[in-house]
């Protein structure tokens, strides 16, 4: 059973930073393709950052430069370091899986399981 819990969301102001983390269970790293998606209120989810079974990364445009998504797979942890945040990065951040690995950033409907998700607001 594929259990996904994140954690780390909470209030920042712009300029800050924020280290989510997704502790997993039931999710082989090595199989599978891990992504951070987040969505805000009114907006469709979008794919924030995502890292296939062998460690190579792909951002959304908007957090380039910005946020790191890495994982270490002896605790079975996901996690997204983010920076210089700004109020468009305020939304519900969660963590997905993909057994498929077809490691699709912009598909949010190829993962097929999901966190509950950790809020992450941020003010000017």
């Known amino acids: 059973q594929v259990q996904l819990v994140e954690s780390g969301g909470g209030s920042v102001q712009a300029g800050g930073s924020l280290r989510l983390s997704c502790a997993t269970s039931?999710?082989?790293?090595?199989?599978?393709?891990m992504a951070w998606l987040r969505q805000a209120p009114g907006k469709e989810r979008e794919g924030v950052a995502r890292?296939?079974?062998?460690?190579?990364?792909s951002y959304a445009d908007s957090v380039k430069g910005r946020f790191t998504v890495s994982k270490d797979s002896a605790a079975n942890t996901l996690f997204l370091q983010m920076n210089t945040l700004n109020p468009e990065d305020t939304a519900m951040y969660y963590c997905?899986?993909?057994?498929?690995?077809?490691?699709?950033?912009?598909?949010?409907?190829?993962?097929?399981?999901w966190g509950q998700g950790t809020q992450v607001t941020v003010s000017s």
């Open positions: 890292i296939d079974p062998n460690g190579r990364t």
């Open positions: 039931g999710v082989t790293f090595r199989r599978t393709c």
């Open positions: 997905a899986a993909d057994p498929s690995v077809r490691c699709l950033l912009g598909r949010s409907e190829s993962y097929a399981y």
